[in-house]
């Protein structure tokens, strides 16, 4: 994983008459070591999730989408520059997140995005390992 950037991996589409399937990049499955959180969440229309960056979590985002969307990320402190990644159209990406990295998904089409995070580190409420730092205006 970059140390101070984005890895984007965009993932072929394995399905058939009854759907779409996504299956992860090996290379990655063998050198994650194990995911200890998951959380599942929708992104509609003109919403924007993130805006943070995590100290000691490294986090993966599998984000499933049927039209625009928009990937931010700063390289990793305050003041550094601001990068934007644009996808359109039908499809799955999993986007690796290195520590310290500010990173947001906005959704910019007309239908809600589907975004699956793993992370190797266990969300604690009192101690979230979430800081805000904006990189794409909500």
Do not use: C, K
């Not at 984007?8 to 995911?35: K, M, N, Q, Y």
């Not at 995590?54 to 990320?73: D, K, Y």
């Not at 690796?96 to 580190?121: C, F, K, W, Y």
């Amino acid at each position: 994983m970059g140390l101070n950037s984005l890895i984007f991996h965009v993932l072929p589409d394995g399905g058939d008459e009854r759907g779409s399937s996504f299956a992860l990049p090996a290379t990655w499955l063998g050198s994650a070591g194990g995911s200890v959180d998951v959380h599942v969440t929708t992104l509609v229309p003109g919403g924007v999730r993130g805006n943070h960056f995590h100290r000691a979590r490294r986090e993966l985002l599998i984000v499933v989408h049927q039209g625009a969307w928009s990937a931010h990320w700063d390289e990793g402190s305050e003041g550094t520059p601001v990068h934007s990644r644009v996808f359109e159209g039908r499809g799955a990406v999993l986007i690796e997140v290195p520590p310290m990295v500010s990173h947001a998904v906005r959704n910019d089409g007309s239908a809600a995005l589907q975004i699956t995070g793993l992370s190797d580190g266990v969300y604690d409420p009192a101690a979230p390992d979430a800081y805000s730092r904006e990189v794409v205006a909500r």
